[in-house]
């Protein structure tokens, strides 16, 4: 076969296609309720992955010297660090529960 004889192949050209059908699923008709539950069902492949941030705060109750109050400090610690994301958090899952 001679060059001019062999089919095309690019990497690009299924990129084309492929933006379109996201952008008619989950565009056209824009639909919160999709957004949600497409949300939700990332958040529960993320929840099974073991990443992010660990909520352990008893990890060393197997150790030697381990005392509750040292686990209550981290635990305190904890949540003084990341008010930032937690207030918002728990005002729009009350919100939610409400409505």
Same mark, same amino acid.
């Given at each position: 076969?001679?060059?001019?004889?062999?089919?095309?192949?690019?990497?690009?050209?299924?990129?084309?296609?492929?933006?379109?059908?996201?952008?008619?699923?989950?565009?056209?008709? *824009?639909?919160?309720? +999709?957004? =949600? /539950?497409?949300?939700?069902?990332? %958040? $529960?492949?993320?929840?099974?992955?073991?990443?992010?941030?660990?909520?352990?705060?008893?990890?060393?109750?197997?150790?030697?010297?381990?005392?509750?109050?040292?686990? *209550?400090?981290?635990? +305190?610690? =904890? /949540?003084?660090?990341?008010?930032? %994301? $937690?207030?918002?958090?728990?005002?729009?899952?009350?919100?939610?529960?409400?409505?």
């Amino acid at each position: 076969m001679t060059p001019e004889q062999l089919p095309r192949i690019s990497v690009i050209d299924p990129i084309s296609p492929t933006f379109e059908r996201v952008n008619l699923i989950l565009f056209r008709p *824009f639909d919160l309720g +999709k957004w =949600f /539950v497409i949300g939700f069902c990332a %958040w $529960l492949a993320y929840l099974g992955s073991g990443g992010g941030p660990s909520f352990n705060f008893f990890y060393r109750q197997h150790q030697p010297g381990f005392e509750a109050d040292q686990a *209550f400090h981290q635990a +305190k610690e =904890f /949540v003084l660090d990341n008010l930032h %994301w $937690l207030i918002p958090s728990v005002i729009a899952i009350a919100v939610l529960i409400i409505a």
